[in-house]
């Protein structure tokens, strides 16, 4: 059964940076897209990011581009999601989610559908 690690949430000041790592387990297979979702108190949860096996596809939502950069260490098994200039609004729960699949092109950002397997989540606070 896979397992979702989420790790480097905290508390920082707008316009500062941090980095979640989300990290696999209990599976050696690199056949994982790999989605960050957020959920903001009193709001529906959002995709934020997602990366695909091969790493070569990339999403963002709109209000995150530019700002954070998605990344995989497949010999690491874990995720990364830098994340820089934060404002107050990227406040949130931030969770990464897994989707098994043999397209190494393909990941979802808009939907949480397909992500099988959720990690606990980290929380995020932007704050001054």
């Known amino acids: 059964q896979l397992q979702l690690v989420e790790s480097g949430g905290g508390l920082v000041q707008p316009g500062g940076s941090l980095r979640l790592s989300c990290a696999r387990s209990g599976s050696t297979s690199p056949y994982y897209a790999i989605g960050w979702f957020r959920q903001a108190p009193g709001k529906e949860r959002e995709g934020v990011s997602c990366?695909?096996?091969?790493?070569?596809?990339?999403k963002y939502t709109d209000s995150v581009k530019g700002r954070f950069t998605i990344s995989r260490d497949n010999a690491k098994n874990t995720v990364y999601l830098q994340m820089d200039s934060l404002k107050p609004e990227d406040t949130a729960i931030y969770y990464c989610a897994a989707d098994f699949t043999f397209d190494l092109a393909m990941c979802a950002v808009t939907s949480s559908r397909g992500y099988e397997y959720w990690g606990q989540g980290t929380q995020v606070t932007v704050s001054s």
């Open positions: 990366i695909s096996v091969s790493g070569g596809t990339t």
